[in-house]
């Protein structure tokens, strides 16, 4: 690819307001290393233009790899590696709602490139034009370009492309799709105990109240995200079976369950959240004693489940409960990392896991909250705050943005990719 006299030049493609700059242009006096680095300012909106000519042009150059990285929680950067068998002419458009064209002169169209989404950019596609190729990349939150650069070495070489990835992108709240008529990710919410079941109780504060005031203010921020339809397995202070909130999850095709609860120590001191999932053995003996505590809800409703331990056993040999399980964990990371944004009060080790009969549907994504602790005086302080609560239901909308992503890529890759067009979620 490399020919011996190969010029550079940048220019811009004047759109609106420009206000690029190049900082560094470099290229070795044989051709064999390139790079042009690129630089554009946050608030350019026009197109910008990169070209590079060398005897390489105009030759058919195949686009090898596309592969997208995300780095960072609340400020992301996206990086996405685009390897070539050749360095040709590039121009990156300055991207709009979520899209991206990289036009690659010189590209052929016909290349069937492996495609590495991640939980940014999910999507591209490649297609023809006259200058080659145009890979138009799709990502599921804002992008702002901020620089570009082509490397050659060895005859083979990357275009690196980096974004400021933003807020995700949704539907306005008024053409949000009414329920039913495109599937939204449907979260069941499980607002712990219940009528006679009161659950934990300090100072006359009853795990079953605050559970259920959390489950319903919960509910609001994730339909008002547009991005989630929301159904709960009790609304009112009334007692439910844990086999029945499991089946009603089950019978609502729920995407994902959360069973909301506070906890409470008889002794010592113990404070802050924390995300318990499913397993066969618990984390710890204490998981192993809040699991035990948390399934006597049945017996307190007067219900004899006493099969249930067995089910218990064999579902969790179940391939589909194996997948089930790290599809939870993956949710029970991101809670963790949301909720220590969004509220701080995270205990230790957050990411703890039991034998909850309430997270046993073998094919739905479940994690157990437990806000914090009743016999806690700061955790308590907070649990009866609409602030506090406030924050950590936005900590949860953040965590289940998150999981949808990664979870839509997980999905993608068990799935053979369409040959053409690489995609996870579709609209
Ligand atoms: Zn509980």
């Given amino acids: 690819m490399a020919g011996s006299t190969i010029c550079f030049c940048a220019r811009t493609a004047h759109g609106d307001s420009l206000q690029g700059n190049i900082p560094a242009i470099h290229a070795g006096l044989r051709g064999n290393m390139m790079q042009m680095f690129m630089r554009v300012s946050r608030r350019v909106a026009a197109v910008v233009a990169i070209c590079l000519w060398g005897q390489a042009a105009l030759s058919d150059v195949a686009v090898l790899s596309i592969d997208s990285q995300t780095e960072g929680w609340l400020n992301r950067t996206t990086t996405v590696t685009i390897a070539l068998d050749g360095a040709i002419p590039f121009r990156v458009s300055a991207p709009q709602d979520g899209r991206v064209a990289v036009t690659l002169n010189g590209a052929d169209p016909l290349s069937q490139p492996a495609f590495h989404p991640d939980t940014v950019i999910n999507r591209y596609n490649l297609s023809g034009a006259q200058e080659g190729a145009v890979i138009s990349l799709e990502a599921q939150r804002m992008l702002t370009l901020q620089t570009a650069s082509m490397t050659n070495s060895g005859g083979a070489a990357r275009l690196i492309l980096t974004f400021a990835a933003g807020s995700r992108l949704s ?7 009414r329920r039913g008529a495109t599937a939204l990710p449907l979260v069941v919410l499980d607002p712990g105990h219940g009528g006679i079941d009161p659950g934990a ?7 079953k109240d605050i559970a259920l005031a959390f489950g319903q203010e919960l509910r609001a921020v994730l339909q008002d995200s547009g991005r989630f339809d929301v159904r709960m397995t009790r609304d009112t202070d009334v007692f439910v079976t844990l086999r029945d909130r499991v089946r009603f999850a089950r019978e609502s095709g729920a995407a994902v369950f959360i069973s909301l609860h506070a906890n409470t120590v008889t002794r010592g001191n113990a404070s802050g959240s924390a995300i318990y999932t499913l397993s066969e053995g618990a984390s710890s003996a204490e998981a192993a004693a809040l699991a035990e505590l948390e399934n006597r809800a049945d017996t307190l409703g007067g219900v004899d489940l006493g ?15 194996r997948e089930t399980n790290a599809r939870s ?19 230790s080790n957050p990411h703890r896991s039991a034998g909850f009969r309430v997270l046993k549907a073998p094919d739905i994504p479940s994690m157990l909250i437990e806000l914090g602790f009743l016999s806690d005086a700061t955790d308590r302080a907070n649990m009866i705050s609409p602030r506090w609560r406030g924050h950590a239901a936005q900590g949860i909308l953040a965590a289940l943005d ?11 890759q068990v799935r053979p990719a369409p040959a053409r067009v690489a995609g996870a979620n579709g609209d």
């Fill in 307 to 321: 099969v249930e331990d067995d089910d218990l056993a064999l579902l969790l040999t179940d391939m589909a409960q």
């Fill in 201 to 207: 109780v300090r100072l006359d504060i009853a795990e």
């Fill in 171 to 177: 539907r306005s709240p008024h053409d949000a799709p």
């Fill in 402 to 412: 998150d999981w949808v992503e990664r979870d839509g890529v997980l999905s993608a």
């Fill in 329 to 347: 964990a993956m949710l029970a990371r991101a809670t963790v990392e949301a909720m220590r944004h969004a509220v701080g009060v995270i205990r």
